[in-house]
């Protein structure tokens, strides 16, 4: 059974930090493709940061440059380092993993709250 558990959330004041964790479970990780997607009240899911196994990155335009997506294959696990935070980062973020299969597999995490504000 494939699991995704996301932790590092919280409260948070504007222009502080928080990293969020995704450890996967059940699964080969080190060849998926990860990301982090979230949504706010009212909205639709984005992206927000993706990792190739390889290792390449791509980063949403709302969040580059104080947004950084990584992995640790050894523990399993995804990170989203979340620097200079505004009010508009609050969200649920989702932690995604995309099993590179045929067809592929996709598997999502609970979801951790992030809220920015003084």
């Known amino acids: 059974q494939v699991q995704l558990v996301e932790s590092g959330g919280g409260l948070v004041q504007p222009g502080g930090s928080l990293r969020l964790s995704c450890a996967a479970s059940?699964?080969?990780?080190?060849?998926?493709?990860m990301g982090w997607y979230r949504q706010a009240p009212g909205k639709e899911r984005e992206l927000v940061a993706q990792i190739t196994s390889g290792g390449s990155t791509t980063i949403a335009d709302s969040v580059k440059g104080r947004f950084t997506i990584s992995r640790d294959n050894a523990k399993n696990t995804v990170y989203l380092q979340m620097n200079s935070l505004k009010p508009e980062d609050t969200a649920v973020y989702y932690c995604h993993l995309k099993y590179p299969s045929t067809p592929i597999y996709n598997y999502w995490g609970q979801g951790t709250q992030v809220t920015v504000s003084s």
């Open positions: 059940g699964i080969i990780f080190s060849i998926s493709a």
